[in-house]
């Protein structure tokens, strides 16, 4: 953690009572601990927003099989009336 502009030009009394209080209150360590924990939040929020990209590309990924199965089943109509099995029977 670094030390405040204040105390820069603050008289040396105030440094070491500052430093005093950051020992105290164990600042370095409850540091360490909140940053840990923001690095395993930005972990699972990674997994989610993968889980939520992988998800949206699998819904479109349907989407185009299903056009695939749509434009196929039009193209047999169409062959199937040019060959004559499809239509009017004279």
Same mark, same amino acid.
């Given at each position: 953690?670094?030390?405040?502009?204040?105390?820069? &030009?603050?008289? &040396?009394?105030?440094?070491?009572?500052?430093?005093?209080?950051?020992?105290? =209150?164990?600042? &370095?360590?409850?540091?360490?601990? =909140?940053?840990?924990?923001?690095?395993?939040?930005?972990?699972?929020?990674?997994? =989610?927003?993968?889980?939520?990209?992988?998800e949206h590309s699998s819904y479109l990924e349907w989407i185009i099989i299903?056009?695939?199965?749509?434009?196929?089943?039009?193209? =047999?109509?169409?062959?199937?009336?040019?060959?004559?099995?499809?239509?009017?029977?004279?």
């Amino acid at each position: 953690l670094d030390r405040p502009e204040f105390f820069w &030009d603050a008289p &040396d009394s105030l440094q070491d009572l500052y430093d005093a209080v950051c020992e105290y =209150l164990e600042v &370095d360590t409850r540091l360490e601990t =909140l940053n840990a924990r923001f690095e395993v939040l930005q972990a699972t929020l990674d997994v =989610l927003r993968d889980h939520q990209n992988n998800e949206h590309s699998s819904y479109l990924e349907w989407i185009i099989i299903i056009l695939i199965a749509v434009e196929i089943g039009i193209g =047999l109509v169409e062959i199937g009336g040019i060959m004559g099995w499809l239509g009017p029977k004279e």
